[in-house]
């Protein structure tokens, strides 16, 4: 069932991509005239969030800008709520060339780079700031380079923020509250397996899926940052809300990076300026809305357990940070080691 739904998103986007496949198409030849304007592109970015997250934000910035500064010569078509389906599929297309972006989660991108599984260990960021110090620096480099080896170019790094567990059993305040409770994950080994240590049944689940599994009964639980906790009106189904931040999760704008190298120069500028563009509003979005969301999602009747001892937390999950660590040391300690 997956491989059919992963064949039929590509055939989806295939044809939004249209005969051009993001080729350069001269502009007088659009208009059907013959001239020596320069080529145009057509951009397909695609992302499993809604028209009113802060993946939203960052896309909507970059389309405007793009748009604006390229004086109509790039065109940036936005695909929301997994409508060219999971990240993993859209991040797939983009390096079969199926697709030209993306903005992702980076858990799915170890799939493709495994060192980027770094970015993904628990409890590694030990806040906001030096996350982002982090993804503004030398490992952020480093792993934008590795990606670009595998047909990604990364345009920025943005946010998607801490996650938290939410579920429709008891609160979690402790590890051994998470004892047989099923709980959503993402296909991101480092994630299943530290829930597994935490005592969950994790089960890796497309995020398309996910609220009909939790209005159904199919799993008990999730974990995700605030926005997307909100946004995707998980209060519908969920009843519990526990602030664990146990995972900082970055993202990816990017696009193949075939698409990239065949734009000029100019061009090219025009869209990492956009990128950065779209960053800023990505994060200036959530540090609007954090705190607003807990206080909606507890108008909407969630229960918030708010102080989480983390440390129990930290302790449970220290085999899985000891087992990724140990493949990529100096990453891992360029990390923890940022200020």
């Known amino acids: 069932m997956k491989k059919l739904t992963f064949f039929l998103s590509l055939v989806v986007t295939a044809?939004?991509?249209?005969?051009?496949n993001g080729q350069e198409t001269s502009g007088s030849e659009a208009n059907g005239e013959t001239g020596d304007s320069e080529a145009a592109h057509s951009l397909n970015f695609g992302t499993t969030q809604t028209e009113d997250s802060q993946f939203s934000a960052a896309l909507e910035a970059l389309k405007e800008e793009v748009e604006e500064k390229s004086d109509g010569e790039i065109s940036v078509n936005l695909h929301y709520n997994s409508s060219l389906?999971?990240?993993r599929e859209m991040v797939e297309a983009v390096n079969m060339g199926n697709l030209e972006g993306v903005m992702t989660s980076t858990g799915v991108l170890s799939n493709f780079v495994p060192e980027t599984s770094v970015l993904d260990l628990p409890f590694i960021f030990r806040d906001k700031e030096h996350a982002r110090t982090v993804m503004d620096g030398e490992v952020a480099d480093t792993l934008a380079g590795s990606l670009e080896d595998s047909n990604f170019k990364v345009l920025a790094w943005a946010e998607n923020g801490f996650r938290h567990v939410t579920n429709s059993q008891h609160p979690i305040e402790n590890p051994e509250d998470l004892d047989g409770i099923k709980l959503r994950t993402m296909e991101v080994s480092s994630h299943q397996k530290a829930f597994q240590e935490m005592g969950?049944?994790?089960t890796p689940m497309g995020w398309g899926e996910v609220f009909t599994s939790l209005q159904q009964e199919v799993i008990d639980g999730q974990e995700?940052?605030?926005?997307?906790?909100?946004?995707?009106?998980?209060?519908?189904?969920?009843?519990?809300?526990s602030l664990t931040g146990h995972v900082y999760s970055p993202t990816a704008i990017m696009v193949g990076n075939d698409i990239f190298e065949g734009m000029s120069e100019e061009n090219q500028q025009i869209l990492l300026d956009a990128a950065q563009t779209a960053k800023t509003a990505n994060y200036e979005f959530i540090d609007e809305v954090e705190t607003e969301n807990i206080e909606r999602l507890e108008d909407e009747g969630m229960e918030i357990i708010e102080d989480v001892d983390k440390e129990p937390f930290m302790e449970a999950v220290q085999p899985v940070i000891d087992e990724y660590k140990s493949e990529f040391p100096e990453l891992y300690e360029q990390i923890i080691n940022t200020n």
């Not at 044809?15 to 051009?20: A, F, Q, R, T």
């Not at 926005?227 to 209060?235: A, G, H, P, V």
């Open 15 to 20: 044809s939004l991509i249209g005969c051009s």
């Open 85 to 87: 389906g999971d990240e």
């Open 200 to 202: 969950a049944d994790p």
């Open 224 to 241: 995700n940052p605030l926005t997307i906790i909100y946004q995707s009106k998980l209060f519908e189904v969920q009843d519990y809300l």
